[in-house]
Each structure stands twice: as structure tokens, then as C-alpha cells.
């Protein structure tokens, strides 16, 4: 809340930013915390927030994303990230690129103002400004899965019937490609719910193997487990890159503890369109997803260009 007396309000001034050569990535976000920059400051500010929520030992933290992001390079900065938080939260699509890329899946660096019509002759998708060739996202992904799924079917604990995480569960142990999100989050033992799992390739081949086999996928076991957790747990943090689902899933469960203590939230979107992915976390507030006195921010910005940032300067590497 902002206090209006003149004092306070006049009470930081705006300071030059130098970058000095050989400056660390810490020293420079250290430098920026004056320099009165508009999405620089709630970077800094999200900063703190996110360092304190890692820091309270009794605060469950959870990590959201989307699917996008993980078809570029962020996809090893969340796997190196995985054992500082407590749960993952994303959707469908993570399953289909982690896969692919664990199978040797290429993506290219691509345009964003490529000619879609000739790529699709060339049999290459284009996912942004990454280019992707048929190959090596629906053939790799259908090939990692079905190679998979069979070892789990024929394995003596197959149980015929899993939740969504159990079932990322025992695909991230049989992965062996150490830059895998699910690889590293069964390695740390942390759950990845996937509330729409059934959204994407790796659905679709889930759907196409229980018509042959016995096999059952139950979505509501997730959400009692979250449904738990958020009463076993009286603080809890959040650091939700993007919106969608996996941020809504987040927030919609903390609100039954009566909102979440911490949280930071990354976006590019815009809240005039009354969108969930650009509301900001103020109006969360109202809601009760967040706290009233939560330490809370919202940094406008890509999350490919934010992030590396921020894990740089709290140090979160592969542990």
C-alpha cells in the first residue's frame, strides 16, 4: 500500500545505472534496485520476494509454466531449478517437448516472420521464433512414449491405474537425460501435476494406448492431493511464469487456505481483456487466492529474458 505522505513518497530518488566492465549479474541487479526503471523495479522487487520464499523453511513453494517456454533453452534453466521447490505445476505440452528433447529432439532457432505456408511444405512447425521439424516433435515424442509406456505396462508394479502425477512420476525415471524437467523432478522426488494432460501429444498417445490395454487416468486424485497439501500447509509461495491453467491451478487451490503468502508472477499479457493470464496479482487478491498481506509482484516481461536473470543472481543451479 502506498503511503501518501509527501515524504515518503519523495523519499528514494532515481539513480544513474553504470555498467562497469566485468559486472556480475548479481552486482547489476543490486545496481538496478534505484534506478527508477518501470518493469525493473518490479523485477528487483519480485527478486526479493522470490529469495525470502525460498528461504522460509515452512513455506511449500510451488513452480508454474506453461508449455511454450520449454521448447527453448528456459527448459534447462527450470530442470536446473527443480529440487529448490516443493511442486510443479504446467501443462500438456511440457510432457510433449521434454520428451521430444530427451529423445535427441533438434529445435532450430527460427523467426517469428517466417512464410508458414512454405514451412509447412518443408514439414517444419514453427512454435514462435522456434523451428521444429515433424520428425522431431510428433514422431520422437510418439516413439519416447510408447517405449515407455510398454516398460511401465509389462512392469510387476504396473497398477492400471494412475494419477497424472504418478503416471510423470514413473516416466521421469525411466528418462536419462539429466536437462529433463521430469527427469529432475523425479530425481528430487517432486510431484508435476499436469491438469490438462490430456491436452497434447502425450494425451493423445494416452488415448490411443488404453483402447489395447488396461489402463485408467484419474484426474481427481491430483486434485485431492492438492486439495491436501494446501491444508497440510499454512504458508506457501508461487513462482508462476505465464498464465493459463498451470498459474489458475495454483492460485484456485491456495485459495481454500485462504490465498498464498508469497507469489511472483511473470507475463506478457494484458489485463484489459479481463483474462486470467493478464490479470494481475492484485486482482487475486480479491479473490483470495492471494493474501491482502502477502509480499506479492507482478513483472511485465519475457520470461526467457527474466528468468536467466533471476536464477543467476539468486544461484540456483543444478543441485
Not at 501518501?4 to 534496485?33: C, F, N, P, Q, T
Amino acid at each position: 500500500m502506498v503511503d501518501y505522505r509527501k515524504s515518503e513518497l519523495l523519499k528514494r530518488h532515481v539513480e544513474d545505472l553504470h555498467v562497469k566492465k566485468g559486472m556480475s549479474v548479481s552486482e547489476l541487479i543490486s545496481a538496478m534496485k534505484n534506478i527508477g526503471g518501470f518493469s525493473a523495479q518490479n523485477m528487483v522487487h519480485g527478486i526479493g520476494i522470490i529469495d525470502a520464499m525460498l528461504r522460509d523453511r515452512d513455506s511449500f513453494n510451488f513452480l508454474s509454466f506453461p508449455a511454450n517456454i520449454i521448447s527453448t533453452g528456459v527448459r534447462g534453466l527450470i530442470a536446473d531449478s527443480v529440487g529448490y521447490f516443493d511442486a510443479l505445476m504446467t501443462t500438456g505440452g511440457t510432457l510433449d517437448h521434454d520428451l521430444a528433447r530427451a529423445h535427441g529432439g533438434k529445435y532450430s532457432v527460427g523467426s517469428f516472420e517466417a512464410d508458414d505456408s512454405r514451412l509447412h511444405g518443408m514439414s517444419i512447425y514453427r512454435l514462435g521464433n522456434v523451428f521444429i521439424e515433424h520428425k522431431e516433435y510428433g514422431e520422437a515424442v510418439e516413439q519416447q512414449f510408447t517405449e515407455i509406456m510398454n516398460d511401465i505396462y509389462s512392469g510387476r508394479d504396473y497398477r492400471g491405474e494412475y494419477s497424472p502425477s504418478e503416471l510423470i512420476y514413473e516416466f521421469g525415471k525411466r528418462i536419462k537425460d539429466r536437462n529433463s524437467i521430469l527427469y529432475q523432478s523425479y530425481k528430487h522426488k517432486v510431484p508435476v501435476f499436469c491438469p490438462g494432460i490430456l491436452d497434447g501429444a502425450f494425451g493423445t498417445q494416452l488415448a490411443i494406448f488404453s483402447q489395447d490395454h488396461k489402463f485408467k487416468l484419474n484426474l481427481l486424485k491430483d486434485e485431492l492431493l492438492l486439495s491436501n497439501l494446501m491444508f497440510d500447509n499454512k504458508v506457501t509461495g508461487a513462482l508462476m511464469l505465464g498464465g493459463g491453467i498451470s498459474k489458475h491451478h495454483v492460485i484456485w487451490w491456495n485459495q481454500f487456505k485462504g490465498g498464498l503468502d508469497y507469489a511472483v508472477y511473470i507475463t506478457t499479457a494484458s489485463q484489459y481483456d479481463g483474462s486470467l493470464s493478464g490479470a494481475r496479482l492484485t486482482e487475486a487478491v480479491s479473490w483470495g487466492k492471494v493474501k491482502e498481506k502477502a509480499k506479492y509482484a507482478t513483472i511485465d516481461g519475457d520470461v526467457t529474458i527474466i528468468l536467466p536473470l533471476i536464477f543467476a543472481h539468486l544461484g540456483l543451479v543444478m543441485k
